[in-house]
Nanobody
Framework: QVQLVESGGGLVQPGGSLRLSCVAS????????MSWYRQSPGKERELVAP????????NYADSAKARFTISRDNVKNTVYLQMNSLKPEDTAVYYC??????????WGQGTQVTVSS
């Protein structure tokens, strides 16, 4: 059965760092583009950063550029989001997403990130 399990969220002070992980199982991870999304209360879910199947091509929302780094390990079936210089506006539930051109897509259950002093 397909699973995307996120971890690494928590409470951090402004300016701090967190590393989110998403471990995939039940599908061919290396064939899926992966992304991190986030959703704050009262707001729509937004794309933070996608990464292609090889890990060589990435992109970032303007709010994440120069602070966040997405990466993947196709041996460990894991995608990461390194988040530095965190701001209160980064507070959200962060979701892992897997997408295949024709096989469909999957979502993780989300991990809460709270940036507060």
């Amino acid at each position: 059965q397909v699973q995307l399990v996120e971890s690494g969220g928590g409470l951090v002070q402004p300016g701090g760092s967190l590393r989110l992980s998403c471990v995939a199982s039940g599908f061919t991870f290396s064939s899926y583009a992966m992304s991190w999304y986030r959703q704050s209360p009262g707001k729509e879910r937004e794309l933070v950063a996608p990464i292609d199947t090889t890990g060589r091509n990435t992109n970032y929302a303007d709010s994440a550029k120069a602070r966040f780094t997405i990466s993947r390990d196709n041996v460990k079936n894991t995608v990461y989001l390194q988040m530095n210089s965190l701001k209160p506006e980064d507070t959200a539930v962060y979701y892992c997403h897997a997408r295949h051109a024709w096989a469909g897509e999957y979502w993780g259950q989300g991990t809460q990130v709270t940036v507060s002093s």
